[in-house]
């Protein structure tokens, strides 16, 4: 993965302790924080005006980023808000030569020209220790995770080592010849000292009584060395700028050199888990590779902006995503493939994508990205001479790729959501909002429009009604014969129309209540209406007059605690999502038979942000989509089923029913450890029977039960 922002030479990069944010530093004098899965800022750049940067850490418990900079001051700034906590001066006028931070960032060090090293509590900026060691200037200090503190001197050359917690010696210094980058294993008891503009490293065994360091010969010149976090391998950075692997146990290389650079590497970083390692260059990139033997800079997958809206073809073998970086894509149900890529000529947010009932069609609906509202807040001119760039519905051939015609003519009104009738697909509906909001009621006005798309006229929309709205809650559906539009406006009320007639027939069927509308659905044979609500109610109505048919509920929760709500077209299955606090699992996806009283199956959702998906039921009834923000989930109706009846001593049953500990383990029906997740993999878990995930990033988890068994008959346990 390449990460790009830099205007400027990187010189330094580092993986917060947890590894799922990298920061890095740049002669542009600003400090960037990432995802270290996704390559996305975080945070806006942190500019320094003074100095230049020298070193930088996560602290506070990676809530933090600290900035040390020439001009001797150490800046904190919290990575979620972009607001400054704290600073202080390490420097005076001592004359600094080196500094750094500790690995968990908790300890700062400095050493000067006068053999001075200075040591701080990063936390509260206090200085904790004052070493003075040879008359000398401090050419190297690196930590160890033990608390060892190490230090490189000029002249004399020598080493030093001492507790960077009492300030005392530990052991007698390394007496060496033209000192260069160190580095010390994580558990402090192997140290690497590159030689000055020579080819060998010297790797010392802190621990042995005898002082005699093993030589790797031949290595290149090297301007950085890192220690992996098993202690064992050595990441060489060489002036040439290819990073190579040593196991300095065996003195043999153990990867393929990393190479591709346009610029020299002025830093490296592994992440905690020792897969990743990090790299900052000249040629302003900070890469990230793969640390083991394929040796090949890792790239995002397609997609890595946030899914914004998706659709689920009529036949269930593809599906459709719009982003917010202005793109659509088509990928495979069955194997999660991308099929087809369409890049918009202007990058705007795709808030909705439909496909037409033969699946020979799709339609994107685009609205403002962040820059546009920017232009209307400076340039209103310019801003109304490019409407129609903003709000558009364009037309695409599903198969190539292709405009199928030109884009639609619409107005100022931001668009929400656009179906496709399914009577071979002859129109196009569409609900948009107006761009001018009434903050005294907190409601704007929304249009519901409709367009033929057989016809050989312009491209336009006919309006069939105007309402009051909440733009954030709408939906729209047409019945399966297409006489029937249904919308909801936001405030608990759905609103039909009959297609036929030239200006529509409006009537505000129904109020469901206080509860937000989450879903949708029309039944089978479009005499019903099936809606469900933020509250976790399921509810029938009749499409024509709209009397109550049933109003399901199994269990009663907070006000609006269901992110959604669903229903099959056939009404035999009802899925919703309920949001739950325990560290690690935020929601869990809740399964029954219409039929049925109670819930049949219970499955922990490992994803962080679900709130702001979407789900729904394929035409199929058999198949559930969840999409938006990072990634799409398919579901298969039958395995959820089955779970219902699954043994409490299935791994795979217990990890999605009873979910992991806050510890990451899960354990099983007596309270056995089964499995351990690290932190960084629970949001991208892939568990059946959710058959394909479409992510960045995704771990299958699957379990061998072949032999399982489960009973009072402990010899039958034997094999």
């Not at 192997?190 to 010392?204: F, H, P």
């Not at 088509?330 to 037409?356: F, M, P, R, Y």
């Not at 009404?571 to 935020?586: A, N, P, Q």
Request: hydrophobic letters at 40%; a negative charge.
């Amino acid at each position: 993965m390449i990460l790009t922002g830099h205007e400027d030479f990187v010189t330094v990069v580092v993986y917060s302790n947890d590894g799922l944010h990298m920061a890095s530093g740049s002669e542009d004098r600003t400090v960037r924080v990432w995802n270290s899965w996704t390559g996305e800022e975080t945070m806006a750049p942190m500019r320094i005006d003074l100095g230049y940067i020298i070193a930088i850490a996560f602290v506070l418990s990676d809530k933090g980023v600290a900035v040390c900079t020439s001009d001797g001051l150490v800046r904190v700034r919290n990575i979620t808000t972009g607001q400054d906590l704290q600073y202080w001066q390490y420097d005076g006028n001592h004359g600094i030569g080196r500094v750094v931070f500790s690995p968990d960032g908790t300890l700062f060090a400095s050493g000067s020209q006068t053999g001075l090293v200075r040591i701080w509590n990063t936390d509260n900026g206090e200085q904790t220790v004052v070493i003075q060691g040879p008359a000398s200037t401090v050419a190297e200090i690196v930590f160890s995770s033990n608390g060892q503190v190490v230090v490189a001197f000029s002249y004399p050359p020598s080493i030093h080592i001492w507790s960077s917690y009492s300030g005392l010696a530990i052991g007698d210094p390394l007496v060496i010849t033209r000192v260069g980058p160190l580095a010390i294993s994580s558990d402090g008891k192997v140290l690497a000292v590159a030689k000055y503009l020579d080819t060998r490293i010297e790797v010392w065994d802190l621990d042995s009584t005898v002082r005699v360091p093993v030589v790797l010969e031949n290595v290149e010149i090297a301007c950085r060395i890192l220690f992996a976090p098993d202690g064992f391998h050595l990441a060489v950075v060489s002036t040439s700028g290819h990073i190579r692997f040593w196991d300095h146990r065996t003195m043999q290389e153990t990867a393929t050199p990393l190479d591709g650079y346009l610029g020299v590497v002025n830093s490296v970083s592994y992440s905690p888990d020792g897969l990743y390692i990090a790299s900052a260059s000249n040629d302003r990139t900070v890469r990230i590779w793969d640390a083991g033997t394929s040796g090949a800079a890792l790239q995002p997958l397609s997609g890595r902006s946030k899914i914004t809206s998706t659709a689920i073809s009529s036949d269930n073998t593809f599906i459709v995503s719009g982003y917010s970086d202005g793109s659509v894509r088509v990928w495979n149900t069955q194997n999660g493939e991308l099929k087809l890529e369409i890049l918009l000529d202007h990058k705007t947010n795709v808030v909705s994508v439909a496909i037409s009932m033969d699946g020979h069609l799709i339609a994107s609906g685009q609205d403002h990205s962040r820059s546009d509202y920017q232009l209307r807040r400076t340039s209103p001119t310019a801003y109304a001479e490019r409407w129609w760039e903003f709000h558009v519905v364009r037309l695409w051939d599903a198969q190539t790729g292709m405009e199928a015609s030109k884009p639609f003519d619409h107005t100022y009104d931001r668009i929400s959501q656009l179906a496709f009738s399914p009577d071979s697909a002859s129109h196009l509906a569409c609900i948009s909002v107006s761009t001018f909001r009434d903050w005294s009621t907190s409601t704007s006005d929304a249009r519901v429009c409709i367009s033929s798309i057989t016809s050989a006229t312009a491209r336009t929309f006919s309006t069939l009604s105007t309402f009051q709205c909440e733009p954030s809650e709408l939906s729209i559906a047409f019945s399966p014969d297409g006489r029937l539009l249904a919308a909801t406006d936001g405030f608990g009320n759905v609103h039909i129309w009959r297609t036929s007639k030239p200006h529509g027939l409006h009537a505000k069927l129904f109020e469901i209540g206080q509860h937000s509308i989450r879903s949708l659905t029309f039944s089978r044979d479009g005499m019903r209406i099936i809606v469900g609500t933020g509250g976790g109610t399921v509810s029938v109505w009749a499409s024509t007059a709209g009397p109550l048919f049933s109003n399901r509920t199994d269990d009663s929760y907070a006000f609006n605690s269901y992110p959604w709500v669903a229903c099959s077209p056939d009404e035999r299955f009802i899925v919703r999502i309920k949001e739950e606090g325990r560290t690690g699992i935020s929601h869990m996806m809740q399964f029954w038979e219409a039929p049925a009283h109670g819930v049949a199956t219970t499955v922990r959702l490992y994803s962080q942000s679900i709130s702001r998906r979407k789900a729904a039921f394929a035409s199929d009834s058999q198949t559930i989509i969840i999409g938006g923000d990072d990634k799409i989930m398919i579901w298969q109706v039958e395995a959820l089923r089955a779970l219902s009846g699954a043994s409490r001593c299935d791994p795979m049953a217990q990890l999605l029913s009873e979910g992991l500990e806050a510890d990451g383990w899960a354990k099983g029906s007596s309270g056995e450890l089964l499995l351990w997740v690290p932190q960084e993999y629970r949001d991208c878990m892939q568990l059946p029977p959710c058959t394909t995930m479409i992510s960045n990033h995704r771990v299958v988890i699957t379990a061998d039960t072949v032999g399982l068994y489960h009973g009072d008959n402990w010899a039958m346990c034997w094999r």
